[in-house]
T-cell receptor, first 112, second 114 residues
Framework: SQQGEEDPQALSIQEGENATMNCSYKTSINNLQWYRQNSGRGLVHLILIRSNEREKHSGRLRVTLDTSKKSSSLLITASRAADTASYFCATPFTGGGNKLTFGTGTQLKVEL | KAGVTQTPRYLIKTRGQQVTLSCSPISGHRSVSWYQQTPGQGLQFLFEYFSETQRNKGNFPGRFSGRQFSNSRSEMNVSTLELGDSALYLC?????????????FGPGTRLTVT
């Protein structure tokens, strides 16, 4: 079952604009991860934010985490057509190992 | 360094048959996880293997099984295929069996059951 929901389900923007995606989860976490998937292919790890971090940056990506609200957001600044993909948040099983529970995903389309 | 490879990439099977999918992790990675992705259920965890032992298991019927070999390569098997098993099957490898280590996903095997 899904750990949580992502919002919006789909987002269409113009190149150069910023894109913000939100993720909510249900249980306590050690960290939260964001992944990108291009058109039904493999997932690419984007960024990991630990539960004691509030914000993290990686290039044009900014991730925030609010553990009190059990939510996270991913901001892509100055988006490009190549950013067109589905974006998923994922939370690991707190019992150990690499088991991830994924959100429902946001489909981002960046138009020229 | 070569990435995670999955074979075959595409597969068409008939209901009732069985199928074996293969995953070769990145060299040196000891953890391999499998996921099923469908439009209806999204991405769902199947199982994780670490040092040839199943570390975690998702909520799937016993028709779904897997194993890991001493070289960390992994296979998953689905017996008595059902139409609902049509999906993209993804495997991911990681250095260790801990969520703080980045997971690298393969391109997936797209299974169609007719």
């Amino acid at each position: 079952s899904q750990q949580g929901e992502e919002d919006p389900q789909a987002l269409s923007i113009q190149e150069g604009e910023n894109a913000t995606m939100n993720c909510s989860y249900k249980t306590s976490i050690n960290n939260l991860q964001w992944y990108r998937q291009n058109s039904g292919r493999g997932l690419v790890h984007l960024i990991l934010i630990r539960s004691n971090e509030r914000e993290k940056h990686s290039g044009r990506l900014r991730v925030t985490l609010d553990t009190s609200k059990k939510s996270s957001s991913l901001l892509i600044t100055a988006s490009r057509a190549a950013d067109t993909a589905s974006y998923f948040c994922a939370t690991p099983f707190t019992g150990g190992g690499n088991k991830l529970t994924f959100g429902t995903g946001t489909q981002l389309k960046v138009e020229l | 360094k070569a990435g995670v490879t999955q074979t075959p990439r595409y597969l068409i099977k008939t209901r009732g048959q069985q199928v074996t999918l293969s995953c070769s992790p990145i060299s040196g990675h000891r953890s391999v996880s499998w996921y099923q992705q469908t439009p209806g259920q999204g991405l769902q965890f199947l199982f994780e293997y670490f040092s040839e032992t199943q570390r975690n298991k998702g909520n799937f019927p016993g028709r779904f099984s897997g194993r890991q070999f001493s070289n960390s390569r992994s296979e998953m098997n689905v017996s008595t295929l059902e139409l609902g098993d049509s999906a993209l099957y993804l495997c991911a490898s990681s250095l260790e069996s801990h969520s703080s280590y980045e997971q690298y996903f393969g391109p997936g095997t797209r299974l169609t059951v007719t």
